[in-house]
């Protein structure tokens, strides 16, 4: 059974800030690995999909890097805003599928403070 | 294009009534999934259903909850005589059929903003 878990489980940072948010998962069998964005009262935005043949993927000042053989991804963020400020959830598919029901970490929330 | 839709925003119940959340996916899209958001946790997945097919439904609970995604009109997700464990917030999210070699998709998948549900 896939688990997937994050670390930290929140972040306060000053504004400016590099940071790194962490998601590790069991089942390294995947196809591909999302990072949304949640914030509070609101759905999901999905910010990055790296896929299993991708090491990394960008999309202005956020990278996500996937380490399949280790579990690993990274999402990091260049020059934090307080704009994002909100909970970053990484999800992946289930095993041995690329698309059907995904499996959310806990998540990380962030709290960018200017 | 508009996104996924989902309503209502807010819904108030009390034990024992029923409750019915609509979800209308993106345009184009065929495949619809729901999760469901406990206070102070995860997403947890509840089914995936393709128009007038379920296809995955290893998340949803054994009794009450049901789901049915018609060949016209909007998913919905009924949960009869609802307790108050059934408070949470409910999310849709929709996403084209899979497609590409060997069937790998991107399956990126699009989320309403939710239904919360309060059962008094």
């Known amino acids: 059974k896939q688990e997937v878990t994050q670390i930290p489980a929140a972040l306060s940072v000053p504004e400016g800030e590099n940071l790194v948010l962490n998601c590790s998962f069991t089942?390294?069998?995947?196809?591909?690995l999302q990072w949304f964005r949640q914030d509070p009262g609101k759905g999901l935005t999905s910010l990055l999909l790296?896929?299993?043949?991708?090491r990394e993927q960008t999309s202005g000042r956020l990278n996500a890097s996937l380490d399949k053989s280790s579990g690993r991804s990274t999402l990091y963020i260049a020059a934090s805003q307080p704009g994002d400020s909100a909970t970053y959830l990484c999800?992946?598919?289930?095993?041995?599928?690329?698309?059907?029901?995904?499996?959310f970490g806990q998540g990380t929330i962030l709290t960018v403070h200017p | 294009n508009a996104g996924v839709m989902q309503n209502p925003r807010h819904l108030v119940r009390r034990r024992g009534q029923e409750a019915r959340l609509r979800c209308s996916p993106m345009?184009?899209?065929?495949?619809v999934y729901w999760y469901r958001q406990l206070p102070e946790e995860g997403l947890k997945f509840m089914v995936y259903?393709?128009?007038?097919?379920?296809?995955?439904e290893s998340g949803m609970p054994k009794e009450r909850f049901s789901a049915e995604f018609p060949k016209e009109g909007p998913s919905i997700l009924r949960i009869q005589q609802v307790v108050r464990g059934d408070s949470a917030a409910y999310f849709c999210?929709?996403?084209?059929?899979?497609?590409?070699?060997?069937?790998?998709?991107?399956?990126?998948?699009?989320f309403g903003a939710g239904t919360r549900l309060s059962v008094l």
């Open positions: 089942d390294s069998a995947i196809y591909n």
């Open positions: 999210a929709s996403s084209p059929p899979p497609t590409g070699a060997h069937g790998v998709a991107k399956n990126i998948q699009y």
């Open positions: 345009k184009g899209h065929s495949h």
């Open positions: 999800a992946v598919p289930a095993g041995g599928t690329s698309y059907g029901k995904l499996t």
């Open positions: 259903l393709q128009k007038e097919n379920i296809i995955d």
């Open positions: 790296i896929q299993s043949s991708q």
